[in-house]
C-alpha cells in the first residue's frame, strides 16, 4: 500500500491534501508521481475520473515550488494545455487547491471570455498557466504571453485535442517552447496519431497507464432501455422522477437536441439545464454551479461540453441517445462512480441505435443488461404528448453537433477559422452502421 506521505512531497501539499481527505493516491498517482518528481517526461494512458489531475499537479507544485525564481512579465514557468474551457476550469481550479499554502500563482486562458483581463493576468508573470490552445496562441500573438520561459509542459486530454482540430495550433505551440524542459502527456486512448505526436514531444518518457479506458465501465451499473425514439420523452420524464436519483447526467448528441429535452422536462415540471457549445461561459457556469450545488438535478449535455466535467455525486448518467463512437459511451459513464463511487447508467435505445449498442458491448466486453419498460409507460407516453401539444411552440432547431462550435473561438479572434471536424476520421463522423449516423439529424 502506497500513502501519500510515501512521496516526500513538500509539507504544503501534504497540507492541502490532508484538508481533501486524500491519503491513498490513486493507480496513475502511484505511477506518475515519483517519475515525475525526479524530472522524468511521461506518456499516460489515462481518463479523466482516475486521479490524472494530481498525479500531475502535485509533483509540478513540488518541483516549481524546489526551485523559486522571480517572476517575468508575461512569462510562465509551467503551461497545461487541456481541450475545452470546462476541463481548463477544473485543472486550474486542482492546482488552486493543492497549492493553496504555497506562493504560486495560477491563471487560467480561455475564449469566450474578454481578452484584457487575461492579458493584464499575465503582464506580471504568472508560475502555471492552464490554457486552451486557440486563446493561447492570441495572447502570443498580442504579445502578452511569453512562452521561452516554460519548463514544464502538460499535454492533457491529446486524443481529444486532436478531434477538435487543435493539431496545428499544438505544433505551433510546442515550437514556441524551450527544446529543454519536461513533458507530461496524457490521453485517454493511444491510436496511433497521438503515439506519433507523442513520440515527438517527449523524451525517454516512463510510459504509465491505467486499466484501459473500457474496463473502467465495471464500476459502473448499467443498463439499456429498448424504447421508440418518439417516446423517449415520457421515459426519460419517469427515469427523472426516480426517488433515487440525486443527480443525472442526460446525453443528447446534439446541442438542440440538448435544449429540446430541457425544454420537454420543464414543461413536465422537471427543472433542468443544458451544457453546450451555444451557451456562453456564464450561461456554462451557472448551469454547472446549479448542478454541483444540487439545486438543478438534472444537467443535459453534449460529449464535447461534458468531457472532462468533475462533480462528485452524480448518481446516473442516463444516454439519452447512443453515441456512434463507443468510446464516447465509456467517457460518458465515467461521469458518474468516480473514485470510486458506485453509480448508474442507464442507455435510451431506439431501433435505429441498436447497432451502435452492439458497438458498444464489444468495446466494454460485456453485456449491458436489458430493462423492461416501466408498467405505467403507456399512459405516461399518452400524458407527456398532451403536455407537449399545449405548450408554447418550440423555436427552430438545426440538427448539427457540438464538435464545431464547442471549440468556437469569440470573433475578432484574429487567425483564420477553421473547421475542427475535418481532423475528425471518417469513421468517428459517419459512425458504423451506414445510415445509422443521420437519423438524429432528420429528427
Ligand atoms: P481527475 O481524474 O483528475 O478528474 O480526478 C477525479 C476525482 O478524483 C476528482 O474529484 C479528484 O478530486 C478526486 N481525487 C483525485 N485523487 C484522489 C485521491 N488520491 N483520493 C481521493 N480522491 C481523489
Redesign the pocket.
Known amino acids: 500500500m502506497t500513502y ?1 506521505a510515501d512521496f516526500g512531497l513538500a509539507e504544503p501539499i501534504s497540507r492541502a491534501l490532508a484538508d ?3 491519503t ?3 493507480p496513475i ?1 502511484v505511477q506518475s508521481i515519483p517519475p515525475v518528481l525526479d524530472g522524468r517526461d511521461i506518456c499516460g494512458i489515462a481518463q ?8 500531475f499537479a502535485l509533483p509540478m507544485l513540488h518541483r516549481l515550488a524546489a526551485t523559486p525564481k522571480h517572476r517575468l512579465k508575461y512569462a510562465t514557468r509551467a503551461l497545461v494545455l487541456a481541450p475545452t474551457r470546462e476541463l481548463v476550469s ?1 485543472i486550474a481550479q ?1 492546482f488552486t487547491d493543492y497549492g493553496k499554502y504555497m506562493k504560486l500563482s495560477v491563471t487560467t486562458v480561455f475564449g469566450g471570455v474578454p481578452i484584457p483581463r487575461q492579458e493584464r493576468a499575465m503582464s506580471h508573470g504568472v508560475d502555471i498557466v492552464v490554457a486552451t490552445p486557440g486563446r493561447l496562441l492570441d495572447l502570443v500573438e498580442r504579445g502578452s504571453l511569453d512562452l521561452k520561459h516554460v519548463e514544464i509542459l502538460v499535454l492533457d486530454e491529446a486524443d481529444q485535442m486532436l478531434d477538435l482540430g487543435f493539431i496545428h495550433d499544438l505544433r505551433r505551440i510546442v515550437g514556441l517552447l524551450p527544446r529543454q524542459r519536461q513533458t507530461l502527456f496524457f490521453s485517454a486512448t493511444m491510436p496511433k496519431a497521438i503515439e506519433e505526436l507523442a513520440a515527438r514531444y517527449l523524451t525517454n518518457p516512463v510510459k504509465v497507464a491505467v486499466k484501459p479506458a473500457a474496463t473502467t465501465a465495471e464500476r459502473v451499473e448499467q443498463a439499456v432501455i429498448h424504447v421508440n425514439q418518439a417516446e423517449k420523452p415520457a421515459l426519460l420524464q419517469i427515469v427523472l422522477r426516480d426517488a433515487a436519483i440525486d443527480r443525472a447526467l442526460v446525453f443528447s448528441r446534439t446541442k438542440h437536441g440538448a435544449d429540446r429535452v430541457v425544454r420537454q422536462l420543464g414543461n413536465a415540471g422537471i427543472k433542468a439545464e443544458a451544457i453546450h457549445g451555444n451557451k456562453s461561459q456564464p450561461q456554462r457556469e451557472r448551469a454547472l454551479a446549479a448542478f454541483k450545488s444540487g439545486e438543478c438535478k438534472v444537467l443535459v449535455a453534449t460529449d464535447i461540453a461534458a468531457r ?1 466535467i ?1 462533480v ?1 455525486g452524480v448518481s446516473h448518467v442516463i444516454n439519452y441517445e447512443l453515441p456512434n463512437v463507443p468510446e464516447s459511451y465509456v467517457h460518458r459513464i465515467g461521469r458518474t462512480a ?2 470510486g463511487r458506485a453509480g448508474q447508467a442507464i442507455a435510451f435505445c431506439a431501433e435505429d441505435e441498436r447497432p451502435f449498442l452492439r458497438d458498444i458491448e464489444k468495446l466494454i466486453r460485456q453485456k449491458i443488461t436489458p430493462l423492461a419498460l416501466p408498467a405505467d409507460f403507456r399512459a405516461a407516453v399518452v400524458a407527456a404528448q398532451k403536455v407537449e401539444r399545449s405548450a408554447p411552440p418550440a423555436p427552430r432547431e438545426d440538427s448539427r453537433d457540438d464538435r464545431r462550435d464547442f471549440a468556437r473561438r469569440p470573433s475578432g479572434g484574429g487567425r483564420p477559422g477553421r473547421d475542427p471536424r475535418a481532423q475528425v476520421t471518417p469513421q468517428r463522423r459517419q459512425g458504423r452502421s451506414g445510415g445509422g449516423a443521420g437519423h438524429r439529424g432528420a429528427r
Not at 48 to 55: I, L, R
Open positions: 501519500f481533501k481527505g486524500y491513498e493516491p490513486t498517482q479523466t475520473g482516475t486521479g490524472k489531475t494530481a498525479a477544473q486542482s472532462g468533475d462528485t468516480r473514485a
